[in-house]
């Protein structure tokens, strides 16, 4: 089946405690991307991937690294998360960067 | 940067009107405008979406239209059903491969 797998689902965490979000896809797709979801705000960029070894960013990437050695695999990772990334994030794949975007099922992170 | 502004925020239609949400966007180099439902607690999903060399789509009860002169585009739903309540939310492409997505609209069809 294809899809767009995240990890974990919900995350409660502490100020400054590092942790990483993973996305993987089966479809081979070359443009990765993640995005955060807060209330009146809609979706916003954080980092997207046109191919292995290629990133950049979005509209709101501070605080946030990524990286992409292979190429079904993009994780999402906060060096030291503050209470101000809590929020509802959206990993996204697509063949090229201007074909539908498959969604994965969101990662919910409380940041205390 | 580009810049995409969505209105209405909110919609309540009536069971078998129609509904229109409007896009406008800043980047006269942006070249695709998909727009995607998101339905309570769940991912959003593409259910139209256009490029900058056409002015029109449909898509049995969905048609999303495009001005690049006035850099807006509206998604167009007829007859709308209670199924069509959810949030839509329209986007744009730039030229560097980033997206920018409109806050969203709330849709309720009201049976």
């Known amino acids: 089946e294809a899809q767009v797998t995240q990890n974990p689902r919900y995350l409660i965490t502490v100020t400054g405690k590092k942790l990483t979000v993973t996305c993987s896809q089966n479809?081979?797709?070359?443009?990765m991307s993640w995005y955060r979801q807060d209330p009146g705000l809609g979706l916003r960029q954080i980092y997207y991937?046109?191919?292995?070894?290629?990133?950049d960013k979005g509209d709101v990437p501070e605080g946030y690294k990524v990286s992409r050695k292979e190429k079904r695999n993009f994780p999402l990772i906060l060096e030291s998360p503050s209470p101000n990334q809590t929020s509802l994030y959206f990993c996204?794949?697509?063949?090229?960067?201007?074909?539908?975007?498959?969604f994965g099922p969101g990662t919910r992170l409380l940041v205390l | 940067g580009e810049n995409v502004e969505q209105h209405p925020s909110t919609l309540s239609v009536q069971e078998g009107d129609s509904a229109v949400i409007k896009c406008t966007y800043s980047?006269?180099?942006?070249?695709?405008f998909p727009w995607y439902k998101q339905e309570l607690g769940k991912r959003p999903q593409l259910i139209i979406d256009?490029?900058?060399?056409?002015g029109e789509k449909k898509d049995q009860r969905i048609a999303v239209t495009l001005n690049k002169t006035a850099k807006h585009f509206s998604l167009h739903i007829t007859e709308t059903q209670p199924e069509d309540s959810a949030v839509y939310f329209c986007?744009?492409?730039?030229?560097?491969?980033?997206?920018?997505f409109g806050p969203g609209t709330r849709l309720s069809v009201l049976p």
């Open positions: 996204a794949s697509s063949w090229t960067g201007g074909e539908t975007q498959y």
């Open positions: 479809m081979n797709h070359e443009y």
């Open positions: 991937s046109m191919n292995v070894e290629v990133t």
């Open positions: 980047d006269s180099a942006s070249n695709y």
């Open positions: 256009i490029r900058s060399n056409v």
């Open positions: 986007a744009a492409k730039g030229y560097g491969q980033n997206f920018v």
